[in-house]
């Protein structure tokens, strides 16, 4: 049988962001992996792969294209796929649309920072941003959190509207009555003042993924204890940490852990009042492991 492509339609009404939760538990439980990206450029154009090897589960190559002028001539700007291969025979087992696999991958790690993280008594959601990220969190910390109030800011009130939930308008505010707070923006500059948070909040940092990026400031930083999903695919590679690394900030031994340290409990949050901060930094270990779950349900909807 010849190694499927999948689609979102072919699998998603089947997926579930807590079953998520549990497969990347299981997969920090395990061996650390072999990461490596690549970059290719022709002027404004750019081709990016990530691989990820993980003893046990395989090997993952994301590769997506990204050409600007795309819009222009009525084409998509991105185009991607994931290649997912067998761990002890180096066979094709699937090929899987790149955007199905980062929706689920991005906002499943956050909720997993958040599982391990956040107050269990957590209420209140404020998803900060309204783009395609901003809907899938609203999706998936519904799932993890079903009582769980969410509301929304953006610069622009209109396109927040079009989400589904409250929209507030007045971001301080909203972020001082939050429990958690999601940031899904595309600032170089901090849009969460750390004056702002309060004892015992969470605060989920997902926009920020190149150098020149950051969603929060010192502050804030140095107000947090401070997590991440990987150490290698962070510290030294997205501003949101490199900048304040870098200016001294905040100093390595301040981020106090990963998920191979959250997820066996080495690491955590030690009190309520506790203010707690996760960068999701979304490595291709962890697509690894998404196209893993994925697959698995295409497999039992195949059967």
């Known amino acids: 049988m010849s190694a499927p492509f999948i689609r979102a339609e072919d699998v998603e009404p089947h997926l ?10 299981e997969g920090h439980r395990g061996p650390k992996p072999e990461i490596s990206d690549q970059f290719l450029t022709r002027g404004a154009d ?11 589960q395989g ?6 294209s990204v050409l600007p002028g795309n819009p222009a001539k009525g084409r998509p700007s991105v185009h991607g796929a994931m290649i997912l291969f067998d761990d002890d025979t180096g066979e094709v087992e699937a090929v899987i649309d790149s955007a199905l696999v980062t929706k689920w991958k991005t906002a499943g790690d956050s909720i997993l920072g958040a599982r391990l993280l956040a107050r269990a008594d957590a209420s209140r959601l404020l998803v900060v941003g309204a783009g395609a990220v901003a809907a899938s969190l609203i999706e998936a910390y519904g799932a993890l959190f079903p009582n769980i109030e969410i509301s929304v800011w953006n610069r622009t009130e209109e396109r927040a509207a079009s989400l589904g939930v409250p929209v507030v308008t007045d971001l301080e505010k909203a972020v001082a009555e939050a429990d958690i707070i999601a940031t899904s923006t595309m600032a170089r500059e901090p849009v969460i003042k750390g004056e702002w948070l309060r004892d015992g909040q969470h605060l989920d940092l997902i926009g920020a993924f190149k150098a020149d990026m950051r969603e929060a400031d010192d502050i804030a930083l140095q107000r947090a204890s401070i997590f991440v999903d990987g150490f290698e695919t962070t510290l030294d590679h997205i501003g949101e940490l490199k900048i304040p690394l870098m200016t001294g900030a905040i100093r390595r031994q301040d981020v106090r852990g990963d998920l191979y340290d959250l997820v066996p409990g080495r690491v955590g949050r030690s009190s309520d ?7 999701n930094g979304g490595g291709a270990h962890l697509d690894l492991m998404t196209g893993r779950m994925i697959l698995d349900v295409w497999r039992s909807v195949n059967a």
Do not use: N, P, Q, Y
């Open 16 to 25: 579930d962001w807590v079953r998520l939760t549990e497969a990347l538990s």
């Open 59 to 64: 090997i993952a190559v994301k590769s997506v």
């Open 46 to 56: 750019t081709m990016l792969s990530r691989a990820a090897w993980i003893d046990g």
């Open 273 to 279: 009042s506790e203010i707690t901060l996760f960068k």
